[in-house]
């Protein structure tokens, strides 16, 4: 029998933590693509040049249209315009076919939680950076990760799920909500963000 203490049982106990440690995160989330390889650095960079509400739009009443739809890229990709099998998929299995596109959305909340984007962009005069890092300028889209429990996106909670941030931005569960809110002195009862 190993007793506890001894150097057998602290051994285990460590593999154990490891392999705890690595294996669960990997377990317990299940990795979707993207259904098409959309590059914000093409269209926001030199070769596109457009700027975020170019194809993110608020409407006169206030409300954030998110993610554009296809009508904001026909004008540019009735056909195939590129030489990239990207472009290629995208133009046949979408345009073509009048299908929007199914996006996961990374920085989707759960149904409970209320968020607007007018409240923050517009009034808070909150940059798209602070609350999701360089999305707007990146070059190819990771994988989707989602919690095979709650179905939610693993980037509510952060890459890191030890809670351990990398970067300012990274996650963006309950805590991280309050806290901006508390350093701007804007106090939120739990019906302001809850349904
Ligand atoms: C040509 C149109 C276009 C432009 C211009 C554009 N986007 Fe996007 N954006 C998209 C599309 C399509 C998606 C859905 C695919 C994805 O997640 O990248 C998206 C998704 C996003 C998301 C959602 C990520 C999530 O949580 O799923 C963010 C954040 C974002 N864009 C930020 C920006 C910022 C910041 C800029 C300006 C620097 C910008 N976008 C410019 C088309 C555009
Ligand atoms: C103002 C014109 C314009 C608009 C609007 C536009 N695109 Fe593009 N898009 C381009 C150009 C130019 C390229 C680069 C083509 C090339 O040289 O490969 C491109 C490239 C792409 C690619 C290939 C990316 C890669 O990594 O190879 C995809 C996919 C794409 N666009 C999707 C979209 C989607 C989705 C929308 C609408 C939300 C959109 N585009 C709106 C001009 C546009
Ligand atoms: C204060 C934090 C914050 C700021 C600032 C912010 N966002 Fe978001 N964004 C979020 C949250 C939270 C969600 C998820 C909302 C939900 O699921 O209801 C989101 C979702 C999105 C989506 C996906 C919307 C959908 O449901 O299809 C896009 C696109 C997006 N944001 C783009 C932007 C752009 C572009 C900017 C800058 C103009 C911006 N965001 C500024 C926090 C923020
Ligand atoms: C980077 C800072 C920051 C982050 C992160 C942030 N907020 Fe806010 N939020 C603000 C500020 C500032 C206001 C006040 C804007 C105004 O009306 O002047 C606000 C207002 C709100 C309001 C308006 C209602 C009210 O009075 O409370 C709601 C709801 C809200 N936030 C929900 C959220 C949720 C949900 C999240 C997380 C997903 C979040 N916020 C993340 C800064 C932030
Ligand atoms: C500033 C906005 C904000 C306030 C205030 C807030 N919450 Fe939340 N809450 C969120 C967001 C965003 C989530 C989803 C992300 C997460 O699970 O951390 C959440 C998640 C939760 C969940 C888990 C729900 C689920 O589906 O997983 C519970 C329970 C909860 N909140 C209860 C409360 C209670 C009780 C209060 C008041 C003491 C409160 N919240 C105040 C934004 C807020």
Aim: net charge negative.
């Amino acid at each position: 029998m190993i007793k506890k203490g001894s150097p057998g049982f602290w051994s285990g106990f460590g593999v154990a933590l490891v392999i705890g440690w690595l294996a669960f995160p990997r377990i317990l989330y299940r990795s979707l693509e993207q259904p098409v390889q959309f590059s914000h650095a093409i269209h926001t960079g030199e070769t596109v040049g457009m700027t975020c509400d170019g194809c993110h739009t608020f409407s006169n009443d206030g409300r954030f249209a998110g993610i554009p739809t296809l009508v904001q890229c026909a004008g540019c990709h009735a056909d195939v315009v590129g030489e990239t099998e990207a472009e290629e998929h995208f133009v046949k299995e979408y345009i073509k076919q009048r299908r929007e596109v199914p996006w996961h959305v990374y920085a989707r909340q759960p149904d409970n939680a209320h968020f607007s984007h007018a409240d923050h962009v517009n009034v808070g005069g909150i940059v798209c950076e602070r609350c999701h890092g360089s999305h707007g300028t990146s070059g190819s889209l990771r994988p989707f990760e989602e919690n095979r429990i709650s179905g939610y996106s693993r980037d509510i909670w952060g890459a890191n799920i030890s809670g351990v941030k990398s970067n300012a931005w990274e996650g963006m569960k309950m805590n991280d909500c309050v806290a901006c809110h508390n350093e701007n002195n804007h106090r939120s009862a739990c019906l302001d963000c809850h349904k």
